[in-house]
């Protein structure tokens, strides 16, 4: 093969001929241009490696310029004397699981775990932001500034979206680890803060739940079903998909049973309230009949429950409140009278008391009158007098 003083423009011009061709670099021996019959051209390196003449890929001519090629050839160059083999690494590399490897190995573990809208919201979240950036990229190299890169633009967009892909890549992640596709304590995700969120929660304070109890009792003739929703809703803290899909043996003695709770079956206790409610619902009471059959799923009324509340919430005064604000305004109150996070998070279906945490918002009366006997039982201790000042 010939030896020349390998250039841009010779390599620019250099043609196929009818067998292979290699134009070995005068200046850098072991570089080079092979020329395919085809008119492929790419750069590479030869060496002796372990006894034998091996030749290695660098990258495609025009893919990669004649300067980097001759450096990337050097540094190949240098770490074969050293004793490294860059062939064994490049096949290594090849052979390497990719992100998308790692999502459908991801979902194969997780997906018998998972409810149905919990797989079809990874999916969505896999496809539309994370394979997308990600895909082909080997686990074991993405790094924090990759994330992070790809974090902030997601969050240009989309805060919540992005907050809710971050969390899957960094599962993703660990599962990585644990299979030893990434070195343990290496998760690229971690550090990276999400963004804040919009606190849009409230709850009812006690006279506008007498407000909107006022409208509940008015509109109770005009709409006996949706009343009853409601009025489960607010004595029980579900959510109002769990409770428009009750059938009637989900109904006991003490509690209702969710078969498909968002974290899973759980039973939900009743009160001498909600009890009186669904004691006082007409209808067939067959175990598969729905306790609420004009919002059941399979009608198109199911969301008419929200349009109604809103309706009622004008009525009442009350501002703007979801009907997902009862649930919350069930944990507050709760969290008032005296009852602790792990017991309130009980009664919500909670696996973490952070979560319950959320939901206990208290209001600023509360927060004085718990001020005032705090400091009362101090001042005690301490045998302050009441309003006493440093002498």
Known sequence: MPTVDLTAKLARHSRPGEKETILFDRALPGFGLRIHPSGRKVWIVQARIEGRTRRMAIARHGEMALVEARRRAREMLARIRAGDDPAEEARAARAAP???DLAEAYLRQCDPRWKPSGREAVRIYLKARILPAFAAR??????????????DAASRTRTGAAN???EILRAMMFWAERWGWRPRGSNPCLGIRK??????ARFLDTDELERIGRVLDVRAAQWPETVAAIRLLALTGCRRGEVLTLRWRNVGRDAIHLEDGKTGPRAVPLGAAAGAILDALPGERRPDAFLF????PSTWRQDQVRVRWQEMCADAGIGRARLYDLRHTLASHAVMAGENLPLVGKLLGHRRHATTAGYAHLADDHLVA??????AIIAEAMSLAPGASDP
């Open 370 to 375: 718990a001020a005032e006997r705090v400091g």
């Open 138 to 151: 080997r686990v074991d190299e993405i790094g924090p500034e990759d994330v992070a890169a790809w974090f």
């Open 195 to 200: 963004n804040p969120r919009n606190r849009v």
């Open 164 to 166: 809710r892909a971050l």
């Open 293 to 296: 059959p004009e919002h059941a």
């Open 98 to 100: 990719t992100v998308n």
